[in-house]
C-alpha cells in the first residue's frame, strides 16, 4: 500500500482504504462496522477503525487526572499505559482529519472501517445504514453522502434480506447480521478496492 514506518508510526502518503458505515442514529452502524471488521479480518486482511463521535465529551483525561496535568504542564502527548489497553492523548484545537491520524495507523493496515461521518474528499465506500428504507434519502441528505460512493445498503433495515430489492437502483441490500450476507458484503467491498484477498 505505499505505507513507510519511522518509530513504529505509518509516515507514508498512502491510506489504507476507507469504508465508511454511516447512517442515522439507531439505524445499525456499530452491529454493521464491527461485522465488517470481523469479516475482513477473517479473510486475513489487516484493519483498523475509525470512529466519529459528535457532540459528546469522551474522555479518559478529564479534568484532573494524571495524564490531563501532563498535557496542561506542556507534553505535546500523553500516553497511557494500563493493564489491557494502551491509550493516545493528543490536544488539538479542532477534529483532527484522517491523513492527520493515520499517522497513528500500524503499519500494513489495509482497510479502515470509519464508523460516522467521514472527513470531506476522503476516498471511500459507504456502507449506508437504514432503520427502513424510507429512510434512504433523509441519511443521505443529513449525513452528506454521495450517492456515488454507495456500495451497499444494511443496518436494521437490511434485516433477512436474502433476495431483498434494491432500496436504490443497482445498490444492493447485505444483511450484515447474517453470515451469507456479511460474506456477499465483504466479497463486494473487497472488489471495490481491488484486493485479491478472497
Same mark, same amino acid.
Given at each position: 500500500?505505499?505505507?513507510?514506518?519511522?518509530?513504529?508510526?505509518?509516515?507514508?502518503?498512502?491510506?489504507?482504504?476507507? @469504508?465508511?458505515?454511516?447512517?442515522?442514529?439507531?439505524?445499525?452502524?456499530?452491529?454493521?462496522? /464491527? #461485522?465488517?471488521?470481523?469479516? +475482513? *479480518? &477473517?479473510?486475513?486482511?489487516?484493519?483498523?477503525?475509525?470512529?466519529?463521535?459528535?457532540?459528546?465529551?469522551?474522555?479518559?483525561?478529564?479534568?484532573?487526572?494524571?495524564?490531563?496535568?501532563?498535557?496542561?504542564?506542556?507534553?505535546?502527548?500523553?500516553?497511557?499505559?494500563?493493564?489491557?489497553?494502551?491509550?493516545?492523548?493528543?490536544?488539538?484545537?479542532?477534529?483532527?482529519?484522517?491523513?492527520?491520524?493515520?499517522?497513528?495507523?500500524?503499519?500494513? @493496515?489495509?482497510?479502515?472501517?470509519?464508523?460516522?461521518?467521514?472527513?470531506?474528499?476522503?476516498? /471511500? #465506500?459507504?456502507?449506508?445504514? +437504514? *432503520? &427502513?428504507?424510507?429512510?434512504?434519502?433523509?441519511?443521505?441528505?443529513?449525513?452528506?453522502?454521495?450517492?456515488?460512493?454507495?456500495?451497499?445498503?444494511?443496518?436494521?433495515?437490511?434485516?433477512?434480506?436474502?433476495?431483498?430489492?434494491?432500496?436504490?437502483?443497482?445498490?444492493?441490500?447485505?444483511?450484515?447480521?447474517?453470515?451469507?450476507?456479511?460474506?456477499?458484503?465483504?466479497?463486494?467491498?473487497?472488489?471495490?478496492?481491488?484486493?485479491?484477498?478472497?
Amino acid at each position: 500500500m505505499g505505507q513507510h514506518e519511522r518509530n513504529g508510526e505509518n509516515t507514508g502518503s498512502a491510506l489504507p482504504h476507507v @469504508v465508511a458505515v454511516a447512517g442515522l442514529k439507531r439505524s445499525g452502524k456499530t452491529t454493521v462496522a /464491527s #461485522a465488517l471488521i470481523a469479516g +475482513l *479480518r &477473517a479473510r486475513g486482511v489487516r484493519v483498523g477503525s475509525v470512529k466519529t463521535i459528535h457532540g459528546h465529551t469522551l474522555s479518559l483525561d478529564v479534568e484532573g487526572t494524571d495524564t490531563r496535568r501532563h498535557a496542561e504542564a506542556g507534553a505535546e502527548f500523553t500516553i497511557a499505559l494500563l493493564d489491557d489497553q494502551m491509550a493516545y492523548f493528543e490536544p488539538r484545537a479542532s477534529r483532527a482529519t484522517l491523513p492527520e491520524a493515520a499517522r497513528l495507523f500500524r503499519p500494513g @493496515v489495509q482497510f479502515v472501517v470509519w464508523e460516522g461521518m467521514v472527513d470531506p474528499g476522503t476516498s /471511500s #465506500a459507504h456502507v449506508v445504514c +437504514l *432503520r &427502513a428504507a424510507e429512510d434512504l434519502e433523509r441519511t443521505l441528505s443529513e449525513r452528506r453522502i454521495d450517492p456515488a460512493s454507495i456500495v451497499a445498503i444494511s443496518g436494521i433495515a437490511a434485516g433477512g434480506a436474502a433476495g431483498a430489492a434494491p432500496v436504490a437502483a443497482d445498490v444492493p441490500v447485505h444483511d450484515a447480521t447474517d453470515p451469507a450476507g456479511l460474506a456477499s458484503l465483504v466479497d463486494l467491498i473487497i472488489r471495490r478496492f481491488g484486493e485479491d484477498r478472497a
